[in-house]
């Protein structure tokens, strides 16, 4: 069992920056790679960001740039550091861990990112 914790949402000014926060805790060694998934209303949950366990990480087009995906491995902790943020940035945001054996996703309970004048 893995249990995902997150925070840092908020609401910002269009070009502002937020830091989201994600404290993993339980079978933290079987953990693959972690992500960042956001849903805006009415459209379906889509990829943000990921690291997997190596290091490397892959970004979604739509934040390639602006958003950085980084881990603190003796805090259990990921973090997506968004910068230039835009509208189009207004979702639910969801941190994902996924392991392998047996293969299956764990889910934060989301912390609400809202980019307005």
């Known amino acids: 069992q893995v249990q995902l914790v997150e925070s840092g949402g908020g609401l910002v000014q269009p070009g502002g920056s937020l830091r989201l926060s994600c404290a993993a805790s339980?079978?933290?060694?079987?953990?693959?790679?972690m992500g960042w998934f956001r849903q805006a209303p009415g459209k379906q949950r889509e990829l943000v960001a990921r690291i997997i366990s190596g290091g490397s990480t892959n970004y979604a087009d739509s934040v390639k740039g602006r958003f950085t995906i980084s881990r603190d491995n003796a805090k259990n902790t990921v973090y997506l550091q968004m910068n230039s943020l835009k509208p189009e940035d207004t979702a639910v945001y969801y941190c994902n861990a996924y392991i392998t054996i047996p293969a299956r996703n764990y889910w934060g309970q989301g912390t609400q990112v809202t980019v307005s004048s």
């Open positions: 339980g079978s933290i060694f079987s953990i693959a790679v």
